[in-house]
C-alpha cells in the first residue's frame, strides 16, 4: 500500500468518523430533546398507573389528560365523547394534519405487581400498559406545545378511551368527526421482552391480526353420574369440540399463515356424581386476512354443529367479530423507522414482527393512512397477565420517537 492511498483510506475514515459522530450527535442533541419533561412522564405514568378506570369509564383519566394539556400552553383540547380527549396543537405555519394516538383504558384485572404504586382500584389495572401510552402522548404534547412557531401543520393528540372493550373508543371518535382533517395516524404499543427503550417497525400491511371470537353454549340432558345412558353429556360434547378445533389452524389454514384458535373458557358441572345440563365454552380468534378470517370461521361452525348433532345435544353459539387487522402504510413505514432512527439511534430500532395482539388503532385506517409500532419495555410477563409491568427508563425513547415521527411527517 502506497503513501497516498494511505492518506486517502485516512481521510475517508476520518470522514466516516465524522459522519458517524454526525449520526450519534443528531439523535441525542436536537434542541427540543432537553424539553422533554422526562420525571413528568414518569410521574404522570405513575399516577394514572395507581388510578386505572375500565373502558368507556376513564372519567377521572380524562379529566387529568385534558387538564395537563390545558396547561401546556397553545393546545386546544376538546372532548369528542364522554371519556375521550383530544389536543390540538396548530403550527404557526400552514401544512399536513396528523395524528397521534393512546389509549387510556384498564383492564379488570387485580393487580399483582407488588409496585408501590399499585392499583388503588379493585379488581381493575393497567396491565396493557395504556397508562404509559397516555404517559408519553403527554410528554410528547408538552414538548411539541413549546414549538408552535416551528411546526408546520396541525397535530392531534388522541386520548383514545376504551380500547380493550369491543366495539371500542376508536369507532367512537370516528363518528364524531372529530378526526376528519387528519391525514396519517400514528400510534405506538409496550411490549414485553425486547429491549428496553427500543422501537419496533410493524411489518408493511397486516401489522396486526384480527380479533374475532364466540361464545357457545352446549346443551346435553342432566343425569346421575352412574346412569350416563339416561343423559346426554355435555362434557365430552365439548371436550370433542375442543379437541376437534384444534385442527382448523393445522388442518385447514394454509401452512405459514398466521392465525390462532384459542378456547379460553370451558366451564361445566358441579359435582363428581352429576352430569350436568350444559356446557359453556368461549374462544379467541385471530386471523390477518379476509379469506381466512371466513374460513376459519366456517369450519368452527361446522365442527360444532355436526359434533352436538353427532351426540344428540343441541347449541347457542355466538360468533363475534371485532377489530380488523391494523395496516401499515408503507410509505408511513419507512417515515417513521427513519425517524425513530434519528431520534433514538440506528441500535435502538428494530424491524418487529407481527403483533398477533389485535388494536381498534386499526379503525383510524377508514380515514387516512395508519402506521402502529411497539416499544420494548425489557423482560417480563405478557401484556394482561396481573404481574405486566414495565422499565420506565423506556419511556423517554418512547416520547423521543414520537416527537420525531410528528415533525418530520409535518416537514417532509
Ligand atoms: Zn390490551
Ligand atoms: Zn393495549
Known amino acids: 500500500m502506497n503513501k497516498v492511498s494511505t492518506l486517502l483510506i485516512a481521510s475517508l475514515f476520518s470522514t466516516m468518523l465524522v459522519a458517524q ?7 441525542s442533541t436536537a434542541a427540543w430533546m432537553k424539553n422533554i419533561p422526562e420525571s413528568e412522564v414518569v410521574e404522570w405514568r405513575r399516577h394514572i398507573h395507581q388510578n386505572p378506570e375500565l373502558s368507556y369509564k376513564e372519567v377521572n383519566t380524562s379529566n387529568y389528560v385534558a387538564d395537563l394539556l390545558k396547561s401546556f400552553g397553545n393546545i386546544e383540547v376538546i372532548r369528542p365523547t364522554k371519556t375521550s380527549v383530544i389536543g390540538i396543537l396548530k403550527g404557526s405555519k400552514p401544512g399536513k394534519t396528523v395524528a397521534f394516538r393512546a389509549d387510556m383504558d384498564a383492564l379488570p384485572v387485580q393487580e399483582e405487581t407488588g409496585l408501590e404504586f399499585s392499583s388503588k382500584n379493585n379488581n381493575v389495572s393497567h396491565a396493557c400498559g395504556h397508562d ?14 413549546k414549538m408552535k412557531n416551528d411546526i408546520k401543520g396541525t397535530v392531534y393528540f388522541v386520548f383514545q378511551h376504551a380500547e380493550e372493550e369491543a366495539p371500542g373508543g ?3 371518535i370516528i363518528e364524531s368527526g372529530a378526526l376528519k382533517d387528519v391525514q396519517a395516524f400514528f400510534g405506538m404499543h409496550v411490549l414485553p421482552n425486547y429491549p428496553v427503550g427500543n422501537v419496533g417497525i410493524l411489518p408493511d400491511a397486516a401489522a396486526s391480526t384480527t380479533s374475532d371470537g364466540f361464545t357457545l353454549t352446549i346443551n346435553g340432558k342432566g343425569s346421575h353420574g352412574s346412569m350416563p345412558q339416561l343423559g346426554i353429556d355435555p362434557i365430552v360434547v365439548g371436550a370433542e369440540i375442543v379437541n376437534a378445533l384444534q385442527t382448523v389452524i393445522s388442518r385447514n389454514v394454509t401452512p405459514g399463515e398466521m392465525a390462532v384458535v384459542t378456547i379460553g373458557k370451558f366451564q361445566s358441572g358441579s359435582a363428581p ?7 359453556e365454552l368461549a374462544a379467541s380468534i385471530r386471523t390477518i386476512s379476509q379469506p381466512t378470517r371466513e374460513l376459519v370461521e366456517n369450519r368452527i361452525k361446522t365442527i360444532i354443529d355436526n359434533i352436538t348433532k353427532a351426540h344428540g345435544a343441541t347449541y347457542e353459539l355466538d360468533y ?3 377489530y380488523p387487522a391494523i395496516q401499515n402504510d408503507v410509505v408511513l413505514n419507512l417515515q417513521a423507522k427513519t425517524s425513530a432512527i434519528k431520534a433514538i439511534g440506528k441500535e435502538n430500532v428494530f424491524d418487529a414482527s ?7 388503532f386499526s379503525y383510524y385506517n377508514k380515514i387516512a393512512p395508519t402506521c ?5 419495555i425489557g423482560d417480563g410477563v405478557a401484556n394482561h397477565n396481573p404481574k405486566f409491568n414495565l422499565d420506565e427508563k423506556s419511556l423517554k425513547n418512547g416520547v423521543k420517537a414520537e416527537v420525531q415521527v410528528i415533525l418530520d411527517y409535518l416537514n417532509n
Open 273 to 279: 356424581n352429576v352430569i350436568p345440563d350444559k356446557a
Open 21 to 27: 459522530n454526525k449520526t450519534s450527535s443528531d439523535h
Open 132 to 145: 404509559a401510552h397516555t404517559a408519553m402522548l403527554l410528554g410528547t404534547a408538552k414538548t411539541l406545545s
Open 354 to 360: 407481527r403483533m398477533t395482539a389485535s388494536e381498534d
Open 320 to 322: 363475534i367479530k371485532s
Open 372 to 376: 402502529f409500532m411497539v416499544l420494548g
Open 170 to 172: 376508536a369507532q367512537e
